[in-house]
Protein backbone atom coordinates (compact mmCIF):
# COMPACT_ATOMS: atom_id res chain seq x y z
CA UNK A 1 0.00 0.00 0.00
CA UNK A 2 2.97 2.34 0.67
CA UNK A 3 3.48 2.21 -3.11
CA UNK A 4 0.56 4.20 -4.39
CA UNK A 5 1.00 7.74 -3.84
CA UNK A 6 -0.99 9.90 -2.15
CA UNK A 7 -4.08 11.82 -3.77
CA UNK A 8 -2.35 15.17 -1.92
CA UNK A 9 1.06 14.37 -3.55
CA UNK A 10 -0.48 13.57 -6.98
CA UNK A 11 -2.47 16.49 -7.13
CA UNK A 12 1.29 18.42 -6.03
CA UNK A 13 3.08 16.48 -9.04
CA UNK A 14 0.10 17.76 -11.34
CA UNK A 15 0.67 21.17 -10.10
CA UNK A 16 3.87 20.88 -10.53
CA UNK A 17 3.40 19.54 -14.32
CA UNK A 18 1.40 21.98 -15.55
CA UNK A 19 3.71 24.72 -13.57
CA UNK A 20 7.35 23.25 -15.80
CA UNK A 21 4.86 23.76 -19.24
CA UNK A 22 3.76 27.29 -18.23
CA UNK A 23 7.14 28.36 -17.05
CA UNK A 24 8.89 27.17 -20.00
CA UNK A 25 8.27 30.00 -21.98
CA UNK A 26 6.87 33.61 -21.32
CA UNK A 27 4.50 33.43 -24.06
CA UNK A 28 2.27 30.96 -22.96
CA UNK A 29 0.05 32.60 -20.78
CA UNK A 30 -2.69 29.71 -19.35
CA UNK A 31 -2.20 25.68 -19.09
CA UNK A 32 -5.05 23.31 -17.46
CA UNK A 33 -5.83 19.36 -17.51
CA UNK A 34 -9.17 18.51 -18.10
CA UNK A 35 -11.03 15.23 -18.54
CA UNK A 36 -12.79 14.69 -21.32
CA UNK A 37 -16.18 15.25 -19.92
CA UNK A 38 -15.32 18.70 -19.01
CA UNK A 39 -14.09 18.96 -15.45
CA UNK A 40 -10.55 20.92 -14.79
CA UNK A 41 -8.30 18.59 -12.75
CA UNK A 42 -5.83 21.74 -12.49
CA UNK A 43 -5.06 24.86 -14.39
CA UNK A 44 -2.12 27.37 -14.08
CA UNK A 45 -2.13 30.85 -15.67
CA UNK A 46 0.13 33.92 -15.69
CA UNK A 47 -1.06 37.39 -14.01
CA UNK A 48 -2.23 38.79 -17.58
CA UNK A 49 -4.73 37.24 -18.13
CA UNK A 50 -8.14 37.43 -17.30
CA UNK A 51 -9.56 33.72 -17.34
CA UNK A 52 -11.94 31.62 -15.02
CA UNK A 53 -10.32 28.40 -15.78
CA UNK A 54 -12.93 26.24 -13.47
CA UNK A 55 -15.59 27.23 -16.47
CA UNK A 56 -13.01 28.03 -19.82
CA UNK A 57 -11.62 24.15 -19.64
CA UNK A 58 -15.22 22.84 -19.27
CA UNK A 59 -16.29 25.40 -22.23
CA UNK A 60 -13.29 24.30 -24.29
CA UNK A 61 -14.20 20.60 -24.17
CA UNK A 62 -17.94 20.72 -24.34
CA UNK A 63 -17.21 22.80 -27.62
CA UNK A 64 -14.81 20.65 -28.90
CA UNK A 65 -17.08 17.18 -28.44
CA UNK A 66 -20.01 19.72 -30.20
CA UNK A 67 -17.81 20.30 -33.30
CA UNK A 68 -16.33 16.76 -33.64
CA UNK A 69 -19.72 15.35 -33.44
CA UNK A 70 -21.14 17.54 -36.02
CA UNK A 71 -17.89 16.65 -38.34
CA UNK A 72 -18.67 13.25 -37.70
CA UNK A 73 -22.25 13.51 -39.15
CA UNK A 74 -20.78 16.05 -41.83
CA UNK A 75 -18.22 13.17 -42.83
CA UNK A 76 -18.84 9.96 -41.62
CA UNK A 77 -15.56 10.43 -39.47
CA UNK A 78 -13.75 12.87 -37.08
CA UNK A 79 -11.38 12.54 -34.52
CA UNK A 80 -9.91 15.41 -33.16
CA UNK A 81 -6.96 14.96 -31.24
CA UNK A 82 -5.23 18.50 -31.48
CA UNK A 83 -6.94 21.87 -31.92
CA UNK A 84 -5.51 24.94 -32.71
CA UNK A 85 -7.56 27.79 -32.58
CA UNK A 86 -6.62 31.63 -33.32
CA UNK A 87 -7.76 34.35 -30.90
CA UNK A 88 -7.14 37.65 -31.31
CA UNK A 89 -2.72 37.43 -30.63
CA UNK A 90 -2.90 34.49 -29.07
CA UNK A 91 -3.45 30.68 -29.89
CA UNK A 92 -5.76 28.10 -28.15
CA UNK A 93 -4.27 24.62 -28.48
CA UNK A 94 -5.86 21.54 -27.02
CA UNK A 95 -4.35 18.45 -27.05
CA UNK A 96 -6.16 15.18 -26.23
CA UNK A 97 -5.25 11.64 -25.74
CA UNK A 98 -7.81 9.09 -24.01
CA UNK A 99 -9.43 10.97 -21.48
CA UNK A 100 -7.58 14.16 -21.08
CA UNK A 101 -6.75 17.27 -22.77
CA UNK A 102 -4.30 19.51 -22.37
CA UNK A 103 -4.91 23.26 -22.76
CA UNK A 104 -2.42 26.00 -23.70
CA UNK A 105 -3.28 29.75 -24.40
CA UNK A 106 0.12 30.98 -26.09
CA UNK A 107 1.27 34.26 -27.91
CA UNK A 108 0.96 33.62 -31.70
CA UNK A 109 4.83 34.27 -31.79
CA UNK A 110 5.52 31.31 -30.07
CA UNK A 111 6.92 28.73 -32.31
CA UNK A 112 4.23 26.07 -32.99
CA UNK A 113 6.64 23.11 -32.88
CA UNK A 114 7.81 24.03 -29.30
CA UNK A 115 4.54 24.16 -28.40
CA UNK A 116 3.28 20.89 -29.73
CA UNK A 117 5.99 19.22 -27.94
CA UNK A 118 5.42 20.90 -24.91
CA UNK A 119 1.88 19.49 -24.59
CA UNK A 120 2.76 16.06 -25.83
CA UNK A 121 5.42 15.37 -23.88
CA UNK A 122 3.51 17.32 -20.56
CA UNK A 123 0.33 15.26 -21.15
CA UNK A 124 2.34 11.96 -21.76
CA UNK A 125 4.03 12.81 -18.01
CA UNK A 126 0.17 13.83 -16.44
CA UNK A 127 -1.06 10.74 -17.87
CA UNK A 128 1.60 8.40 -16.48
CA UNK A 129 1.31 10.00 -12.80
CA UNK A 130 -2.67 9.61 -13.03
CA UNK A 131 -1.63 5.63 -13.74
CA UNK A 132 -4.14 5.89 -16.80
CA UNK A 133 -1.64 5.03 -19.50
CA UNK A 134 -2.99 2.38 -21.99
CA UNK A 135 -1.71 -1.08 -21.16
Known amino acids: ?13 VQQKLSEILESSD ?3 FVALVTMDGFTIASGMKGNINVNPKWLGALIVSSIKNLELNLKKALNEA ?3 ELVISIGQDLLIVKSIGKLSLIMIVDRSLDINFVMYELE ?5 LIMDLGLERR
Open 1 to 13: MDSIPSRRTLNER
Open 27 to 29: LIK
Open 79 to 81: NLS
Open 121 to 125: EGLRD
